[in-house]
């Protein structure tokens, strides 16, 4: 029978959690840089991740015909925070 995996093992630092909450402005809707500063990832990464479905995410030139341009509700970065220190 396989041993179980440590889930542990693969869990970011508690600490993590509290440096990304803590660098997200206190604003209602925030920016990809504004994202991707708090998570220490780069714009890509986060235009990925609204993409995805993992960061809901409001295109305001939607229709338009011109380059999107994300404004991110910051409840939305709170949840994906929260969902990747649980591990998943």
Not at 35 to 61: K, P, Q, Y
Not at 71 to 79: C, D, F, L, M, Y
């Amino acid at each position: 029978m396989p041993r179980p995996i440590q889930t542990d093992l693969f869990a970011p630092p508690p600490a993590w959690l509290r440096t990304v909450l803590r660098r997200l402005p206190a604003q209602d809707f925030l920016s990809v840089a504004d994202v991707a500063l708090a998570f220490c990832a780069s714009t890509t990464t986060v235009t990925e991740w609204i993409e995805e479905g993992r960061l809901e995410a409001v295109n305001l030139n939607a229709g338009t015909g011109k380059k999107t341009f994300w404004k991110i509700p910051r409840e939305s970065a709170v949840a994906l925070a929260r969902h990747m220190a649980a591990g998943v």
